[in-house]
């Protein structure tokens, strides 16, 4: 089953930069855990992290392929919250990109500390609440 996924990458001035996963949506928490554990001296430089972040998104895949992973200004195909790297205040933001403001989670923020701290994906008990609720 393919589960499609972003993480988001904010800008110094203001933009955005999605990085596409066609089928490893549920894998981009373990995926930017390892790209922070790599780089802690480019936290504070988004372009160099967006690349490390993509390469660890492309880890183990063909890399000349022509589908499955992309990168844009604007989110593309979504199935989950994705992930939004705050590379200028150091942290780590949660959003959905179909519900914003009312989505349960909307004001998850964590430091890049506190995130790597994290036992498990914090998406997966706001998909165990949806299931319950039967809203998805």
Not at 64 to 72: E, L, N, R, V
Request: charged share 25%; aromatic share 12%; proline share 3%.
């Amino acid at each position: 089953m393919n589960i499609r996924g972003n993480i988001c990458v904010l800008e110094r001035f203001g933009g955005r930069v999605y990085l596409y996963t066609h089928k490893r949506g549920l894998e981009t928490f373990g995926m930017l855990c390892d790209a922070l554990l790599r780089c802690p001296t480019r936290w504070q430089d988004e372009q160099y992290l967006t690349r490390i972040i993509f390469c660890e998104m492309l880890r183990g895949e063909d890399l000349d392929g022509t589908a499955d992973f992309g990168i844009s200004t604007f989110i593309g195909e979504n199935d989950l919250p994705f992930f939004v790297v705050d590379s200028i205040n150091c942290r780590v933001l949660m959003e959905d990109g179909r519900c914003l403001a009312t989505c349960p989670c909307a004001g998850f923020v964590w430091t890049f500390e506190d995130f790597l701290k994290l036992e498990e994906d914090p998406r997966i008990g706001l998909l165990q609440m949806k299931a319950k609720k039967g809203d998805g």
